[in-house]
């Protein structure tokens, strides 16, 4: 019983479920600025962690699937289609954009393990005073609790989380002639290449 309770305990400390904060391109600061003729693009990698979004961020580096913000200047006469008219380029490279929904499926937090927590409620404080020893079942409201929350707030977060891959994903986004658009994409990449677009 005490390996269980010292193993839940780690689970506990290590794995708890984590809220989900929104990138805001908008407000990204973005230093790596590219030209090719009349469009421009600036990106940002590391908009995960940067956001505080760690729980997501640690899945992004062990899938190899990157999550990058992009902001895309169109200073030219006619509208252009990301991925059609206009296609990312990874160093020399041109590379396929992944749908938000296989984003979300591969960095998605993980709402089933935290049904683990419910091994602590048969756990049972005993407190043994003059030879009496009285067993309070602690672990009825202990277990079912910390195993509601986590599940709570994963299954939230992950809901925001897949609405913001859904709606600012750039994918098939038209940037009309004169304007500039931020938004995010995903990339299989090992790397942290220099992205253009051709």
């Known amino acids: 019983m005490k390996t269980v309770l010292y193993s839940i305990a780690l689970v506990t400390l290590f794995s708890c479920a984590k809220s989900y904060h929104p990138i805001s391109t908008n407000y990204l600061n973005f230093q790596n600025k590219q030209t ?13 962690k940067e956001t505080g979004n760690h729980k997501y961020a640690k899945k992004e580096d062990a899938k190899n699937v990157k999550i990058v913000a ?7 006469e006619n509208d252009i289609v990301i991925g ?3 296609m990312v380029y990874s160093g020399n490279k041109p590379i396929t954009l992944l749908a938000p929904e296989f984003v979300f499926k591969e960095l998605k937090q993980n ?11 048969p756990m049972q404080l005993n407190v043994t005073n003059n030879g009496v ?6 672990g009825l409201i202990i277990g079912p609790a910390i195993t509601g929350l ?7 977060a992950n809901t925001k ?20 658009i931020t938004g995010l994409i995903g990339i299989a990449e090992l790397g942290y290449n220099p992205l253009t677009l051709k």
Request: hydrophobic share 35%; no cysteine.
């Open 36 to 48: 090719e003729g009349e469009i421009s693009l600036s990106y940002h990698y590391g908009v995960l």
């Open 70 to 76: 992009l902001r895309i200047t169109n200073n030219s």
């Open 111 to 121: 709402v089933p393990i935290y049904l683990l927590y419910l091994l602590l409620t």
């Open 161 to 180: 989380f897949k609405t913001e891959l859904f709606t600012h994903f750039l994918n098939g986004k038209t940037i009309p002639a004169g304007e500039t």
């Open 84 to 86: 059609k008219d206009k």
């Open 133 to 138: 020893t009285n067993s309070t079942p602690i």
């Open 150 to 156: 986590n599940v709570g707030v994963a299954a939230s």
